[in-house]
């Protein structure tokens, strides 16, 4: 993965957009990691990373995500391989006894000669926050048992901590990354798009794929929120085998809350989580002005609330600002068309390129105090290898950029910071590599919004680093 401090964490194609300050590190640094060899092919079908769990017709490839917009509510997915059974998920606060009930769907869908198993998907709504709720899925000897913890009250000051991940895939790399990230306490996944790789496969295979990265990530989306997003590998335009419908395995495997925040497609979305608000956005949808999604994400803006969810964050798959090979330029159309509203309701750097136009000539970017922070996060472990060949010189607005597998933490400390942490893969080990304090843009901008207690203030801050 190629990774840019302050504005651009960059591999493959994830890019995320925080409206804030940045502290921190070193700029204009290429990072001279280089990685040896560390197996980045796919982990065969047989490996116990892909185990089918026991038990006939047993539920397998288990995930959650937030299933409203505030974050009292999961929508929780499985499949069933053999047969439907039930679409009941049994639920409650103890761990042996379930006192609640709800009643899911379940649905399948060929791709090319492959036919999906059935997939349950069950909004589990009316849940209490900052509570641990156990749930069972399946029945008889079959049945399987999970838990998860709702997110604290919708609250300027609730600190929290995202993981970050993309690119995933399903190698030897993917499993560290995993891995690693497991270990890091966080509890909620921003997932940047690219989930399985099955596109890279044919036929019958992509949907055999699909299958063993559900089983793969189980792990931890069985237990905590995946916040997920689409990238270009989950687009699956195959002509040759007469799919031309894109997006169809993902659509029907990883459901998303889109209606809660009146979207007309689950693939641009909002929720509000903690002390945050978050967007999705599609990077393969039309968002030129007046489509569905254009239309959508003005409005969403006007809703985000900063006295009450200081952090804004954006989610998109290709990324704005880009110093690799890879991709470059690929955001560019997005960055014409959302970028004026990137600033005007400050997504926490600053940089920008708003002045541009096809005769203005200001054709570069400039410092921009308005201007979000562009963290390009990838590289989880795709079979596609790294995103390495970076341009030269290094531009301005790129501050730190590295060729690596991992994944990165947002810690949210209050309305005022937030800590970035990216820790690489180092041929399966964890290496904390990078890291800075983000200074939220709306609450830093206003001197009245900054009379907070000095005592308490000194004290976060020293917590980030503890």
């Known amino acids: 993965m190629e990774k840019m401090r302050l504005l651009l964490h960059l591999a493959l194609t994830t890019a995320i957009v925080l409206l804030s300050d940045v502290n921190g590190g070193s700029a204009g640094i290429t990072s001279k990691f280089i990685r040896t060899e560390w197996p980045s092919i796919d982990i065969p079908l047989d490996n116990e990373a892909f185990a089918v769990p026991k038990g006939h017709n047993s539920p397998q490839q288990v995930h959650i995500t937030q299933g409203d917009y505030d974050g009292k509510a999961v929508i929780i997915s499985w499949v069933t391989p053999h047969e439907p059974g039930p679409s009941t998920v049994s639920y409650g606060t103890s761990a042996d006894k379930f006192d609640f009930t709800a009643e899911g769907t379940v649905n399948n869908y060929t791709f090319y000669k492959y036919k999906s198993g059935y997939i349950h998907q069950c909004l589990v709504d009316g849940l209490e926050y900052d509570t641990k ?20 009250k919708i609250d300027p000051d609730a600190s929290y901590k995202f993981g ?3 690119d995933l ?8 990354t995993l891995e690693h990230y497991m270990e890091s306490g966080a509890q909620t996944v921003l997932f940047l798009g690219d989930l399985s790789y099955a596109d890279r496969y044919q036929f019958i295979d992509v949907g055999v794929r699909w299958d063993s990265w ?53 693939l641009w979305y909002a929720i509000r989580r903690a002390s945050a608000h978050i967007i999705v956005l599609s990077s393969y949808s039309p968002f030129v002005k007046y489509t569905p999604q254009w239309e959508w994400l003005r409005e969403e803006l006007k809703k985000v609330d900063r006295e009450k969810t200081p952090w ?12 690799n090979e890879a991709h470059f330029m690929e955001g560019e159309s997005m960055r014409a068309a959302f970028e004026s509203w990137f600033v005007r309701y400050k997504v926490d750097y600053r940089i920008s390129n708003l002045h541009y136009n096809i005769s203005s000539g200001d054709c570069f970017p400039v410092p921009d105090k308005s201007a979000p922070v562009y963290i390009t996060v990838g590289d989880g472990g795709n079979q596609e290898g790294l995103a390495g060949k970076f341009r030269y010189p290094q531009p301005d607005y790129s501050a730190f950029r590295e060729a690596s597998y991992g994944h990165s933490t947002l810690e949210i400390k209050n309305r005022t910071h937030a800590f970035y942490h990216w820790n690489r893969n180092d041929d399966g080990k964890k290496v904390a ?9 709306y609450w830093a901008s206003n001197r009245r919004r900054r009379k907070l207690n000095k005592h308490y203030l000194r004290s976060v801050v020293g917590g980030l680093f503890a």
Not at 133 to 152: A, C, L, N, V
Not at 169 to 176: A, F, H, K, R
Not at 433 to 441: A, G, K, P, R, V
């Open 133 to 152: 709720y156990y749930y069972k899925i399946g029945s008889g000897d079959s049945s399987r048992e999970f838990w998860f913890q709702t997110p604290p």
């Open 169 to 176: 895939g399903q190698t030897y790399n993917s499993l560290s």
């Open 433 to 441: 590599t990078d890291s800075f304090i983000l200074h939220n843009q």
């Open 214 to 266: 559900g089983r793969f990530v189980e792990r931890s989306a069985a237990y905590q929120p995946w916040i997920w997003s689409a990238g270009n590998h989950e687009i699956e335009y195959m002509t040759y085998m007469g799919e031309v419908v894109p997006f169809k395995s993902y659509l029907h495997r990883y459901p998303t809350p889109h209606l809660a925040s009146k979207s007309s497609s689950p």
């Open 312 to 323: 804004l964050i954006v989610l998109m798959h290709v990324p704005i600002y880009n110093s």
């Open 164 to 166: 970050i991940i993309g």
